[in-house]
């Protein structure tokens, strides 16, 4: 997953802190500094995972910490940084759970506080601190391989719960403090986006832990109440959760998926088949290199010609300008974050998909909108730019392009010509562009 910083797991003595750090040595990890308020079972996860590392350089150590004191939190932070130089990744699963009904008329304040002080307290010093150390670091690119996923200072992941999200009798501390663990981290999330951190939470359901199972023993019928909420017929275990814990850290989350392109046609049976599957034939770097445009497919005729192959002959070996005459042009585009291109009128009309990220469409009106994942903009031969805002400029996006040949237009009684500007640089020497 691309897994090479270093990363502090807090809770990570057991279950599914356990899990994370043992995953994050697999994956290739340089450190970890598991933090506990067992030191002997930190001590012993550290153990576990240099046996397990794959990254030659790896070192582990344990450190004893209570979440619920500022001190101890800033020391395991302090010992990060000695250790690390940096915290690249830290997930904070410490929290405690249920172990006997609690109802809203015979809990007592000092049991409903003990839930705030560990499960929000708790997640609340340890995400401040990551921030304060984060927001000192100096920025890194999320991928050396990619450079459009951007830079990034770090990535904090906080476990919450099923309950953050819904309630079930008898947990009414534990349902109120994983309420205030995911609000924490969407509020922390949109804090600390400028500064390239991000901030998520992860919202398991029951899982297969040691905390989980002391609320099995000690509420009854919480295990019948399981058995019937969950469709699979069992509890999740620690490493599924641990799998889209690191997942979340990885530059797989902070980047754009790879798009594979699957061409079919027929054999001489007359049967459908795939003919072949690539990334598509021609690839260019835009906007001084802030925006990379693949052709997806072209065409140059009319009704299309299928026949013999005659139109993936064409689009193989003919890249093609913004448009093909009396063709289409399907163009995906990956923008760097915070790309802006440069105000231009094409002559077709274009039909724009936000496949990931947020964009802000301008005119030369002045007039614009913002169009998120899904959004779908019409584009007939307006003069208009398009600016990356994804994460506030912080993560890369991506647009699906289908531009189609259309004839002269008019408006305000003249004909109206479509202008590159600065973007015409990038497609001298192909079909309709100088030197062509």
């Not at 690119?141 to 819904?166: F, Q």
């Not at 994983?178 to 998520?200: E, F, Q």
């Not at 040691?210 to 469709?231: N, S």
């Not at 039909?351 to 909108?369: N, P, T």
Request: aromatic residues 6%; charged residues 20%.
């Amino acid at each position: 997953m691309d897994i090479t910083g270093n990363g502090l797991i807090v809770g990570g003595g057991n279950g599914i802190g356990k899990a994370c750090a043992i995953l994050l040595a697999r994956e290739g990890a340089a450190g970890v500094l598991i933090g506990d308020i067992d030191i002997d079972a930190a001590n012993s996860v550290a153990a576990e995972c240099q046996a397990v590392a794959t990254n030659n350089q790896f070192r582990a150590e344990g450190i004893r910490v209570d979440v619920t004191h500022e001190y101890s939190v800033r020391r395991m932070f302090k010992r990060m940084v000695e250790l690390f130089e940096r915290v690249d990744y830290c997930v904070n699963c410490a929290g405690i759970g249920a172990q006997q009904p609690a109802d809203i008329a015979s809990l007592t304040l000092t049991d409903f506080q003990r839930f705030q002080d560990v499960n929000t307290t708790g997640t609340f010093l340890v995400t401040k601190e990551a921030s304060v150390v984060m927001r000192a670091q100096k920025l890194r690119p999320v991928s050396e391989s990619s450079p459009l996923r951007g830079n990034t200072r770090g990535s904090i992941v906080n476990l919450g719960s099923a309950s953050s999200m819904t309630a079930a009798w008898g947990v009414l501390p534990y349902t109120t403090s994983k309420h205030a663990t995911l609000g924490l981290t969407k509020n922390s999330a949109l804090d600390n986006a400028t500064y390239g951190i991000r901030v998520n939470c992860i919202c398991p359901s029951w899982t297969d832990t040691p905390m989980v199972q002391r609320a099995v023993d000690g509420i009854e019928g919480l295990k019948d109440f399981i058995k019937e909420k969950l469709p699979i017929g069992r509890m999740a275990v620690p490493d599924e959760i641990a799998d889209a814990v690191i997942f979340t850290l990885s530059p797989r989350v902070a980047g754009l998926p790879r798009v594979q392109r699957h061409i079919t046609g027929h054999n001489e049976q007359g049967h459908s088949v795939f003919l072949s599957t690539d990334s598509g034939a021609h690839h260019k770097e835009l906007v001084d290199k802030g925006a990379l445009a693949n052709i997806i497919y072209s065409t140059n005729s009319h009704p299309v010609e299928l026949n013999d192959n005659v139109d993936i002959k064409f689009q193989a070996e003919n890249e093609p300008g913004l448009t093909v005459k009396n063709g289409t042009v399907c163009r995906l585009i990956d923008f760097a974050p915070a790309c802006e291109s440069p105000m231009h009128r094409v002559n077709s009309i274009d039909y724009a998909i936000v496949i990931e990220g947020v964009f802000k469409m301008v005119l030369d009106s002045g007039e614009e909108r913002y169009m998120h994942r899904g959004d779908i903009a019409v584009q007939r031969s307006t003069a208009h730019k398009w600016i990356n805002v994804t994460g506030n400029g912080l993560l890369p996006a991506r647009i699906l392009f289908i531009l189609q040949d259309v004839k002269d237009v008019y408006a305000g009684g003249q004909k109206v010509a479509g202008y590159l500007g600065p973007l015409g640089d990038d497609y001298v020497g192909l079909p309709g562009h100088p030197g062509s």
